[in-house]
């Protein structure tokens, strides 16, 4: 278990006040570092900071986060927290179309595979996840959680910044995102819980990620997409 933190914001420079930006990613981080606290890190730039706390399980050496690729003039980052059983499968593929890989964690065949794919790549994962990447060139954040939503992922639109997280107490370290409960918090607590209408966050603004789906958040739009979705299909295989 890891823990994932960031925000975006296309008004305004993040890099004008980069010691205000990187403690409050560091806030942000901080307050989840109980999902694992054995290596830390963050990545600002002007429209975006994301921030990780590691649970570290595979290639302890070099699996840090963020994590940061380029290939020519693009650069990408990457937090993520889960697992993909496919990993090997999915590096195989990619190393037959020219990628080479630093580590031996599945961040960076994930990180790779989005540079190759897009936002595609979702859909050939197969595990638990929640991951956010930040896609320099496009100036495009996307966050990503897993077929059944095994793994959290918090998010609130607030003016014109987006902040997201592992837990909702890591949004609520930002300065933009207070703890305020309205009516619909209520009515998820009293008449709902324990159990949640999927997509809500309960705290007044806050969503959640919905399982199967990719959030894409750029300067044209926010716009949330199944890249999955559970079928019905007729049982055809009883005994007359």
Known sequence: MCGIAGFCS?????????????????????????RGSDQTG????????LAHTR?????LAGGAQPMI??????????VYNGEIYNAEEL??????????????????VILCGYMEYGMEVAQK???I??????DEQRETLFLC?????VKPLFYAPEGDTLVFGSEPKALFAHPQIRPEADLDSFREIFGVGPARTPGCGVFRGLREVKPGCVLEYSRERVKESPYWVLEAKPHTDSYA
């Open 125 to 127: 994962l197969n595990g």
């Open 42 to 49: 963050e990545y600002l730039r002007r429209h975006a900071g």
């Open 55 to 59: 649970l570290s399980i595979r290639d």
């Open 91 to 108: 590096k195989r593929e990619l190393l037959d179309r020219g990628w080479r890989f630093s580590t031996s964690c599945d961040t960076e």
């Open 69 to 78: 690729r380029r290939r020519g003039e693009a650069e990408c980052a990457i």
């Open 129 to 134: 996840f929640a991951f956010a990447i930040w």
């Open 10 to 34: 296309f008004e305004g420079d993040f890099l004008q006040g980069p010691g205000k930006w990187t403690r409050v990613l560091e806030r942000m981080r901080t307050a989840i570092a109980h």
């Open 145 to 149: 959680r897993d077929r059944l939503g």
